[in-house]
């Protein structure tokens, strides 16, 4: 039954590839707001060292994915901005 707490880990990767598909195909970041994907980094790197401490991995497992899923669409948001 532990294994449920894995799930969020998946959901947040297929939560994130749609944005991250219209980033890859549009290369154009103009309408998306890079501070909310900031503030997200950070709030979800604050979990990700509290589950560490904690020694809590379901939910240490399921932030590290979201957390890369983030910084992925992070990542092209700056690069397909426009000057």
Do not use: C, E, H, W
């Not at 309408?31 to 909310?36: E, G, N, P, Q």
């Not at 990700?48 to 092209?76: E, H, K, P, R």
């Amino acid at each position: 039954m532990q294994y449920i707490f894995y799930l969020p880990a998946v959901l947040f990767v297929i939560s994130g590839l749609p944005q991250m598909i219209k980033l890859l195909k549009t290369k154009s970041s103009g309408d998306i707001s890079i501070s909310m994907f900031i503030i997200t980094i950070v709030a979800i790197s604050i979990v990700i060292i509290d589950a560490y401490i904690q020694g809590n991995t379901s939910i240490l497992v399921s932030n590290l994915a979201s957390l890369s899923i983030v910084s992925v669409n992070t990542f092209l948001i700056i690069k397909y901005r426009k000057k």
